[in-house]
């Protein structure tokens, strides 16, 4: 493993069972993420995207251990971390912290907002009550929030400001790597600028990595420098950014890609438009999981999963066609 690598993935899956009659026996399994791979290295913002149901926040859920694998690894600075007992994960989890899409559901509405900041340290045993209110206040400046918010409950802030707080939470401890599940998509455009030239700027003064998850394109095209994009559980294309928003190879990437509004008006983008729904992840389609969807599927997608295979310059695609 190379050295500047910071998470390793590795074929990670994550099942639950579903469970039916009268004894609730295992009837079946939603194949939420089914065998995905990918690293990230120190510094880098790695975009994970798709469609609502293909598994995205679940691979950003199962990599902090909020729920669990069903096979596969997860190595952080080469540590298994799913070989960690509940102490030495508790002791890692401070480098490793989340950022939700709705700060408010994660936010008491009965504790100020300061509090709820400087509670990850008092909890962890970092430092005293007096301390950590003081670093809550210098996280809620660096945030771009005032000291005096410190002591204001979450009813009164904006979407915006509310994200501002989830990201001064997830900063308290001085995590080396965050997982951003959709931080964004719940903002209006002009909050969601703000909020991602945050993450940037937070990044350069900060080292930061990021998994940054999101269903759109247009917004990870920012912010990150590698992306991956998923479909029904599965890894369909990665590579980095701007070779993939160059050179799309895979069906689907095209497809979401044709949405992506483009700034320079004489270069168009055919729309692609996907025919269907996303099919379920408790009985997904034989063979390639896109044929169902997919405008150039042939006989062979319907029956054989196309490999998962290395295109050069770090570029990965499973189509039968490429
Ligand atoms: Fe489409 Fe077939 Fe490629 Fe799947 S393998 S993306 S169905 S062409």
């Given at each position: 493993m190379a050295s500047d690598v910071l998470l390793e993935v590795e074929d990670l899956r994550t099942y639950y069972p579903i469970r039916g009659g009268v004894l609730q026996r295992t009837i079946g399994q939603v194949k939420a993420v089914d065998g995905v791979s990918f690293v990230i290295r120190r510094g880098e913002t790695f975009g994970l995207v798709g469609e609502s149901g293909c598994g995205k926040s679940t691979v950003g859920r199962t990599i902090l251990r909020l729920v669990s694998k069903t096979s596969g690894s997860v190595k952080f600075r080469g540590t298994n971390i799913y070989e960690l007992n509940k102490a030495k994960l508790r002791g890692l989890r401070p480098q490793m912290q989340f950022v939700f899409q709705d700060p408010y559901s994660s936010l008491?509405?009965?504790?100020?907002v300061g509090d709820a900041i400087a509670e990850p340290l008092i909890d962890h045993g970092l430092c005293g009550k007096a301390e950590a209110m003081e670093r809550a206040k210098e996280v809620l400046q660096l945030c771009g929030m005032a000291p005096y918010h410190y002591d204001r409950y979450p009813h009164e802030f904006s979407g915006g400001q509310r994200q501002r707080i989830g990201i001064a939470r997830a900063l308290i401890l001085q995590p080396d790597f965050i997982i951003a599940d959709e931080p964004v998509s719940a903002l209006d455009v002009s909050i969601q600028a703000q909020i991602i030239n945050l993450f940037r700027d937070l990044q350069e003064a900060r080292g930061l990595t990021y998994l940054f998850i999101s269903h759109d394109l247009s917004i990870v095209e920012h912010l990150c420098t590698t992306i991956g994009v998923m479909y029904l559980g599965t890894m369909m294309e990665l590579g980095p950014k701007c070779e993939l928003f160059a050179n799309p190879l895979h069906p689907y990437t095209k497809a979401l890609l044709s949405a992506v509004p483009v700034s320079n008006p004489e270069t168009r983008r055919e729309r692609i438009v996907l025919k269907g729904d996303l099919p379920s992840p408790a009985n997904p389609p034989s063979g390639c999981k896109f044929h169902t969807r997919c405008p150039l599927a042939v006989e062979q997608c319907r029956t054989e999963v196309p490999d998962y295979r290395d295109m050069g310059g770090e570029h990965y695609v499973a189509c039968h066609l490429v």
């Open positions: 008491n509405p009965r504790v100020k």
